[in-house]
């Protein structure tokens, strides 16, 4: 019996954030152009470091970047997060099969203004897709 690939099958967007992931890992240079193309980053930054599946307050807590203040933030998991050089950090968050809901979208539009405004970490330039 043939079955169909789990590309073509599966609902979970981690799939598909852990491909890109991993597709960054072995090899930067396609993901890094289409960002700074699409995104209008400067040509000469360039990706310095990725994550997957980053629970990026809860992180930066843990490790003293930042404070401890809002506990549903610590909550807040990016599928991918890639760190360029010129202080800029895109944040991805994907939906395989569904669409984000409105609270959703404010949530990770508050993050990401979070993350800008804060002293303690070095981010000036931070991108939601």
């Not at 998991?77 to 395989?96: C, G, M, P, R």
């Amino acid at each position: 019996m043939e079955i169909k690939k789990l590309s073509e099958i599966t609902r979970t967007e981690v799939f598909f954030t852990g491909s890109l992931y991993h597709a960054c890992i072995k090899n930067k240079d396609a993901i890094e152009s289409l960002l700074i193309s699409k995104l209008g980053l400067e040509e000469t930054e360039v990706i310095t470091d990725s994550g997957h599946e980053v629970c990026f307050f809860r992180d930066f807590a843990k490790e003293g970047y930042i404070n401890r203040e809002n506990a549903s933030f610590e909550k807040q998991t990016f599928d991918n997060v890639f760190i360029f050089s010129e202080n800029t950090v895109v944040l991805i968050e994907a939906k395989a099969h569904q669409g984000f809901s409105p609270k959703q979208v404010r949530y990770m539009a508050d993050a990401a203004e979070k993350i800008k405004k804060s002293r303690q970490l070095p981010f000036e330039k931070v991108h939601l897709v």
